[in-house]
């Protein structure tokens, strides 16, 4: 649904199931590289606490989150070798140097996404706090020596699903929208906004960037309850709006990384991935590909957002997905490895691993 990497870490820990594919990652063992640092943006799949420090319904700092991990921390997983989140008081000083994570449950493309959980920090406000980082950085070691550790990091975008799930198809609240503004012309809004955001990151020093895409949204336990004429499938229409906006992007990845000079755009397709994984589910170990793990209500689990009043199934490992929206922690491992080692198909022009090492 994201720290990335790390060169000095040892290949997995147990984390906290509701993390994140760029979690994941930054515990995969990439020793022969010497990323100087990493940076994050993006929702509630990658965000690491950064919606603890705002007035905010987004947030998961609470059981039965974090079970494996043996407490509930919300997105901040407490361990020193994670990027830590922006808000956080203890992220200033020479840990900066290391990079950041800006990420914000709720957060999306568009500024008016995710109205409904009050607080959050959409890509903009993000940016914003990136900027502030990069002037902190020139102020600490100087502009020279920033310019070239931003040309070295590792930035990754992870964003756009609430731009769909809590603007475009929030129940009741956009019907009128869905009325008025067809499909193409959200996405094309969506497409256009993002184009601008890429590119100030770029302008901001990032070269090194990975771009993932929407997942097949129409399969999360949450749209399948709210859907129920759907049977026992994923949600077409969410479904192939997602792979509308993940066509364009494709093609706004290209389009930047051959315009901004010295810069390398790549595009993670966690849509294949994701739907591969739905798919053929029972091959990859799983037992249930629909239903919620951590669940109160609903045919598949996705009415009520997790919390301490909801079941938790004994074997996480054998779900797809953990609550009504996330990926569990076993469905990540796959993601992970696969955007890490991955073909073209997964990921292109070349994996994480290949683009560490550029």
């Not at 920090?121 to 020279?144: H, K, W």
């Amino acid at each position: 649904m994201m720290s990335v990497l790390s060169n000095r870490q040892s290949c997995f820990v147990r984390i906290v199931l509701v993390t994140t594919v760029w979690l994941l990652l930054l515990k995969l063992c990439l020793a022969e590289n010497d990323l100087s640092a990493n940076f994050v943006f993006g929702d509630s799949l990658v965000d690491a606490g950064n919606n603890n420090y705002i007035a905010s319904l987004s947030k998961a700092n609470y059981e039965p989150n974090g079970i494996d991990l043996g407490e509930p921390t919300g997105q901040e997983l407490g361990i020193q070798s994670f990027t830590p989140p922006y808000l956080a008081p203890t992220t200033s000083g020479s840990l900066i140097l290391q990079g950041v994570n800006y990420a914000s449950g709720g957060g999306g493309i568009l500024n008016q996404t995710g109205k409904i959980f009050g607080g959050r920090i959409n890509l903009d406000a993000q940016l914003d706090n990136f900027e502030n980082t990069r002037q902190d950085m020139i102020s600490s070691i100087g502009v020279p020596e920033a310019l070239e550790l931003l040309q070295n990091a590792l930035f990754s975008v992870t964003i756009g699903s609430n731009d769909f799930i809590n603007n475009y198809f929030t129940p009741v609240i956009s019907a009128a929208e869905q009325k008025l503004v067809p499909p193409e012309v959200f996405v094309a809004s969506m497409i256009a906004k993002f184009r601008l955001q890429l590119t100030r990151l770029y302008s901001l020093g990032a070269r090194k960037i990975i771009v993932a895409n929407v997942g097949p949204i129409g399969c999360i336990p949450y749209m399948r309850d709210l859907n129920p004429t759907a049977g026992d499938s994923c949600v077409s229409r969410p479904n192939q709006m997602a792979q509308q906006f993940n066509n364009e992007l494709r093609s706004l990845v290209k389009e930047l990384s051959t315009n901004l000079q010295g810069s390398v755009f790549v595009y993670a397709d966690v849509y294949r991935i994701v739907d591969d994984i739905i798919q053929n589910y029972r091959s990859y170990g799983f037992e249930s590909e629909s239903f919620a793990c951590c669940y109160v209500a609903g045919n598949y689990g996705g009415l009520i957002p997790c919390g301490p009043t909801s079941k938790v199934c004994p074997d996480r490992s054998k779900y797809v997905f953990w609550d009504p929206y996330h990926p569990s922690d076993a469905a990540n491992v796959i993601i992970a490895k696969r955007l890490l080692d991955g073909n073209s198909d997964d990921i292109s022009p070349m994996n994480v691993r290949q683009l560490a090492k550029l």
